[in-house]
């Protein structure tokens, strides 16, 4: 077996970015060891930046640890300040859109852990759009139609 293993220190973080001001780097330590199916990805998220666009996994499981920095946390409607060593667990189809500001003065680092699954929907509802994975694609959620094809549906 190949051993896979390497220093956090030497994964080269990239710049990702959304409509501003959501966006910062993020190493990608899963990919990068050649997980399959567990993610864990650095953010690091500069003052006055989101983590992400507010959003909710409809599939995945995902842990959000502050590693350093303070910033707040934005969990449906409530405001939560959070800073080293605060973790927080979101499951498949909670109903409380999530993402982290930077409201501090100094970088804040998140390293998120999730399963990653072929079939995750994310739901990104001030956009207003859900990204559909299999479709590599965001869906306009204005659009969508109800249909009688569901598993739920068929057993009736």
């Given amino acids: 077996m190949t051993l896979r293993m ?3 220190a030497e994964i080269a973080p990239f710049a990702y970015a959304f409509e501003p001001p959501i966006g910062g ?3 990608d330590i899963g990919r ?7 993610g864990l ?12 666009r507010r959003h909710r996994h409809l599939f995945q499981e995902e842990i959000l640890v502050v590693m ?3 910033g707040t946390l934005h969990h449906g409607e409530q405001r939560i300040p959070v ?20 409201t501090g003065t ?10 990653r ?34 598993e739920e549906r068929r057993q009736r």
């Fill in 25 to 27: 780097r993020m190493a």
């Fill in 6 to 8: 390497r220093n956090i």
């Fill in 83 to 102: 800073g080293p060593g605060d973790a927080v667990c979101y499951l498949p189809g909670d109903p409380e859109p999530h993402g982290f500001e930077n």
């Fill in 68 to 70: 350093s920095g303070r």
């Fill in 117 to 150: 699954v072929p079939h995750e929907i994310c739901v990104y509802p001030d956009q207003g759009v859900a990204f559909v994975e299999g479709l590599g694609a965001e869906v306009p959620l204005d659009q969508a139609k109800p249909s009688a094809w569901t």
């Fill in 32 to 38: 990068t060891l050649g997980s399959r199916r567990i």
């Fill in 41 to 52: 990805a650095i953010q690091t998220v500069a003052p006055g930046h989101w983590s992400s």
């Fill in 106 to 115: 100094e970088d804040l680092v998140i390293w998120a852990f999730g399963d």
